[in-house]
């Protein structure tokens, strides 16, 4: 079953503004016969009218791993007229794979059976790559922002005590695992430290290490 995206990451998907395909459907529960929209035909690959909507046929194009959830959802919501929404993956009529988002709600007779479920089927496809790009660029930046304080902690490291690059590295290596601390964060800490002093001097710099290793060391505001 895919993973429901947490309210906050769908609540990007959603704000973003893209011109997402939004389709709509209607089952009559009696008989089973179901009607698309054009656009819920093209989100499935298919020109409007040229299949017949079917629940089986949803379900098809359901992603293996979601099918079951769709199912027991679907199930659901002709016993219920409680409003339900799942996101899932299907994958269309020339194999090309989308993430939607269904929602619907059934609708009553007088005996409070459920005769008809309608509702909205949307396409993420596009806005959740949009947000996976964003996220991923993101996340390069914070590697470079990290990989520059590191090397520039070690440039510190190398000039004020006089070790090479990997004498530098080994040392940032050691604090970080005597004090359980992530070594972009050590370096980072260390070059906040090296910048709030007029020069950094070995004294300096031995003081700091001293200080991490007993704990006295008050990390930089």
Same mark, same amino acid.
């Given at each position: 079953?895919?993973?429901?995206? #947490?309210?906050?990451?769908? $609540?990007?998907?959603?704000?973003?503004?893209? /011109?997402?395909?939004?389709?709509? !459907?209607? =089952?009559?529960?009696?008989?089973?016969?179901?009607?698309?929209? /054009?656009?819920?035909?093209?989100?499935?690959?298919?020109?409007?009218?040229?299949? =017949?909507?079917?629940?089986?046929?949803?379900?098809?194009?359901? #992603?293996?791993?979601?099918?079951? #959830?769709?199912?027991?959802?679907?199930?659901?919501?002709?016993?219920?007229?409680?409003?339900? +929404?799942? @996101? #899932?993956?299907?994958?269309?009529?020339?194999?090309?794979?989308?993430?939607?988002?269904?929602?619907?709600?059934?609708?009553?007779?007088?005996?409070?059976?459920?005769?008809?479920?309608?509702? !909205?089927?949307?396409?993420?496809? $596009?806005?959740?790559?949009?947000?996976?790009?964003?996220? +991923?660029?993101?996340?390069?930046?914070?590697?470079?922002?990290?990989?520059? /304080?590191?090397?520039?902690?070690?440039?510190?490291?190398?000039?004020?005590?006089?070790?090479?690059? /990997?004498?530098?590295?080994?040392?940032?290596?050691?604090?970080?695992?005597?004090?359980?601390?992530?070594?972009? =964060?050590?370096?980072?800490?260390?070059?906040?430290? +090296?910048?709030?002093?007029?020069?950094?001097?070995?004294?300096?710099?031995?003081?700091? @290490? +001293?200080?991490?290793?007993?704990?006295?060391?008050?990390?930089?505001?």
């Amino acid at each position: 079953m895919t993973t429901v995206p #947490h309210d906050e990451t769908l $609540s990007k998907i959603l704000s973003r503004g893209d /011109d997402a395909s939004i389709g709509e !459907y209607r =089952v009559t529960v009696a008989t089973g016969q179901w009607w698309w929209s /054009d656009a819920t035909f093209r989100i499935h690959g298919f020109e409007p009218g040229e299949v =017949v909507p079917t629940g089986e046929l949803m379900l098809a194009h359901s #992603h293996p791993d979601d099918r079951d #959830h769709a199912q027991a959802v679907l199930d659901e919501a002709q016993c219920s007229d409680e409003p339900f +929404a799942m @996101i #899932h993956r299907i994958v269309d009529a020339q194999g090309a794979g989308h993430v939607v988002a269904t929602v619907g709600r059934g609708r009553c007779d007088e005996d409070d059976r459920v005769t008809e479920v309608t509702g !909205y089927m949307l396409d993420l496809t $596009s806005s959740v790559r949009h947000l996976a790009s964003e996220e +991923a660029d993101a996340s390069i930046q914070a590697a470079a922002r990290s990989r520059r /304080d590191i090397e520039q902690a070690k440039g510190v490291l190398m000039m004020v005590l006089g070790v090479d690059d /990997d004498g530098a590295f080994q040392i940032l290596r050691r604090l970080s695992n005597d004090t359980n601390t992530p070594l972009r =964060v050590l370096a980072a800490w260390l070059m906040t430290s +090296a910048r709030e002093a007029d020069a950094p001097s070995r004294d300096a710099v031995i003081e700091f @290490i +001293a200080g991490l290793e007993t704990g006295t060391q008050k990390e930089p505001a």
